[in-house]
């Protein structure tokens, strides 16, 4: 539903830009196995958002999402040469530490509730 939209944009786009692109080599033209492989990834990470909301809550999502940002950042580091930077090292940082405070137990409370728990009613 919400995508519709982007398709109707997308279309306006290309039919505006590439017209006589696609009326040469069609629309699929210049689609390579590297783009078939971006376009794979992306399908599958959205379908995998969308089973982490519906069976998880959003802000699991949100660290799952964080996490993998980190680990790529890491695989780039090793692969491709990534230096990473002051403020990134500080956000990853952030984030791990915001993981594990969200993923604590809930401990015990220190002060009695303000409001009282007995659901039971008092009479005069």
Not at 6 to 32: E, N, P, R
Not at 43 to 59: C, E, P, T
């Amino acid at each position: 539903q919400m995508g519709l939209p982007s398709i109707i944009i997308a279309f306006l786009g290309v039919y505006i830009k590439d017209s006589a692109a696609v009326s040469q080599h069609g629309f699929w033209g210049g689609y390579t196995a590297a783009v078939w492989t971006v376009v794979t990834v992306q399908a599958a990470g959205g379908l995998i958002v969308a089973v982490v909301v519906k069976y998880a809550d959003n802000v699991l999502k949100v660290f799952a999402t964080s996490f993998s940002i980190i680990i790529s950042c890491v695989i780039s580091a090793i692969w491709f040469d990534f230096h990473a930077t002051y403020t990134f090292i500080l956000g990853a940082g952030l984030v791990v530490i915001a993981t594990v405070i969200y993923s604590k137990p809930e401990g015990k409370r220190a002060r009695p509730p303000v409001l009282p728990t007995s659901t039971t009613a008092t009479s005069r």
